[in-house]
């Protein structure tokens, strides 16, 4: 599956993602933008997931909270980030290395998202 990793990206670097794969209006708009609250939104069938991670800084005893916007589609998955944090590389080699199903004709694919710890959460995505 394809996968698409977009930092800072300008709006015409964005567009032309969004026109390539069909993404909506609304979903690149928000990405573009930034500072989204986590939500969960579909359009059409594509799945739009703002997550807020956190990581912990122990010198400076502080959290930050990053944020990530994802477009999932049944063909790919683009990356939209406007900082550094969170690093997404493991995710991205556990799409590399395990076929997730997001293509299937399986109406209800099991989604794994990786984590720091071994141990690997799996999300039923229902439609």
Same mark, same amino acid.
């Given at each position: 599956? $394809?996968?698409?990793?977009?930092?800072?990206?300008?709006?015409?670097?964005?567009? +032309?993602?969004?026109?390539?794969?069909?993404?909506?209006?609304?979903?690149?708009?928000?990405?573009?933008?930034?500072?989204?609250?986590?939500?969960?939104?579909?359009?059409?069938?594509?799945?739009?997931?703002? &997550?807020?991670?956190? +990581?912990?800084?122990?010198?400076?005893?502080?959290?930050?909270?990053?944020?990530?916007?994802?477009?999932?589609?049944?063909?790919?998955?683009?990356?939209?980030?406007?900082?550094?944090? &969170?690093?997404? +590389?493991?995710?991205?080699?556990?799409?590399?290395?395990? $076929?997730?199903?997001?293509?299937?004709?399986?109406?209800? $694919?099991?989604?794994?998202?990786?984590? $720091?710890?071994?141990?690997?959460?799996?999300?039923?995505? +229902?439609?």
């Amino acid at each position: 599956m $394809p996968g698409i990793g977009l930092m800072d990206p300008d709006p015409e670097g964005l567009a +032309s993602a969004a026109a390539r794969f069909d993404l909506h209006l609304l979903e690149v708009e928000d990405a573009y933008k930034g500072y989204q609250p986590a939500k969960l939104e579909r359009y059409g069938d594509t799945m739009f997931v703002v &997550p807020r991670p956190a +990581s912990h800084d122990d010198r400076r005893e502080s959290v930050h909270f990053g944020e990530v916007h994802l477009s999932v589609g049944p063909q790919i998955v683009i990356t939209v980030r406007h900082d550094a944090v &969170p690093d997404l +590389s493991a995710g991205r080699d556990a799409l590399e290395a395990e $076929p997730l199903g997001l293509g299937s004709p399986d109406p209800h $694919p099991q989604v794994l998202i990786p984590s $720091p710890s071994p141990v690997r959460h799996g999300a039923r995505v +229902s439609g």
